[in-house]
């Protein structure tokens, strides 16, 4: 196995938060909380059909923390980081979602076909704000 150098890793890993953190745009099925469906609006006219850039994570924020939340965060941050796997850049993507007692953790792990991994977190991907 051949090891990554800091600045691969780091772009690895940038690209990997921009597709988490980026607000995609929601889907006409999602049940949302008002009317704005957010996203970029370059997706409205993607070269490749529905190819889309970011995530819904953004959703969750004001659903309470529950199971369901859980989930949703998970699958959510999977179909955010699946085009590294749809465009043959990376051979695996792991995601876990934790439930602390206020907040969610995402851990993931891209297994890159050089047989090199990039492994981080995202601590607070989703917390409870305790009002003052």
Same mark, same amino acid.
């Given at each position: 196995?051949?090891?990554?150098? !800091? $600045? ?6 940038? =690209? ?10 929601? !889907? =006409? ?6 009317? $704005?469906?957010? @996203?970029?609006?370059?997706? +409205? ?7 889309? *850039?970011g995530s819904r994570l953004w959703q969750l924020r004001r659903r309470a923390l529950t199971d369901a939340t859980v989930r949703d965060a998970e699958v959510f941050a999977r179909e955010s980081l699946a085009w590294m ?6 051979? +695996? ?6 439930? @602390?007692? !206020? ?6 792990? *891209? @297994? ?10 995202? !601590?607070?991907?989703?917390?409870? *704000?305790?009002?003052?």
């Open positions: 196995m051949t090891l990554l150098d !800091d $600045e691969s890793e780091s772009a690895w890993r940038r =690209a990997a938060v921009i597709s988490l953190l980026t607000w995609r745009r929601a !889907d =006409a099925d999602d049940a949302l909380d008002d009317t $704005e469906r957010y @996203g970029w609006w370059g997706d +409205s006219f993607p070269s490749v059909a529905n190819d889309r *850039i796997l749809d465009d043959g850049r990376a051979l +695996s993507v792991s995601v876990t979602v934790t439930r @602390g007692t !206020d907040r969610l953790n995402l851990a993931v792990l *891209i @297994g890159l076909r050089d047989g090199t991994q990039v492994d981080f977190q995202l !601590d607070n991907l989703w917390q409870v *704000i305790h009002a003052v």
